[in-house]
Nanobody, 120 residues
C-alpha cells in the first residue's frame, strides 16, 4: 500500500502564496509504479476537481483556472509532490487532496486533505 500525507495548508490573504507538500510512503515496490501524481480540491458544496498533475518524467498539466498562478512539481527521490500557489483568490478556498495512481493495477491512493482558506 501507499500512504499520502499532505501539509502546508492554512489561512492566507488574497494575493498571497502557499506551498503544499505531499509525501508518499509505504511499499517502495508500489511507489515505483506510480507514474502520475495529482492535486485535487473540493470546495464546500462543490464536486472535487483536478487542479494539476505531474508525471514521473516531469510532464505537467494544470487546470485553466489556475494555470497562470499554480505550479506543480515532483521529487522522485524524496517521493514528494508540491503545489506552489501564488496570487491566491477567495475562489481557491477548498480542501486540497493529493492523489497517486498506480500505473499497473489502476489503484488510486488519496491523502487526507489539507485546508486552504483565502480570506482577508
Amino acid at each position: 500500500q501507499v500512504q499520502l500525507v499532505e501539509s502546508g495548508g492554512g489561512l492566507v490573504q488574497p494575493g498571497g502564496s502557499l506551498r503544499l507538500s505531499c509525501a508518499a510512503s509505504g511499499s517502495i515496490f508500489r511507489i515505483n509504479r506510480i507514474v502520475v501524481m495529482s492535486w485535487y480540491r473540493q470546495a464546500p458544496g462543490k464536486e472535487r476537481e483536478l487542479v494539476a498533475s505531474v508525471t514521473r518524467g516531469g510532464d505537467t498539466n494544470c487546470a485553466d483556472s489556475v494555470k497562470e498562478r499554480f505550479t506543480i512539481s515532483r521529487d522522485n527521490v524524496k517521493n514528494m509532490v508540491y503545489l506552489q500557489m501564488n496570487s491566491l483568490k477567495s475562489d481557491d478556498t477548498a480542501v486540497y487532496y493529493c492523489k497517486a495512481s498506480d500505473s499497473i493495477d489502476g489503484n488510486e491512493y488519496w491523502g487526507q486533505g489539507t485546508q486552504v482558506t483565502v480570506s482577508s
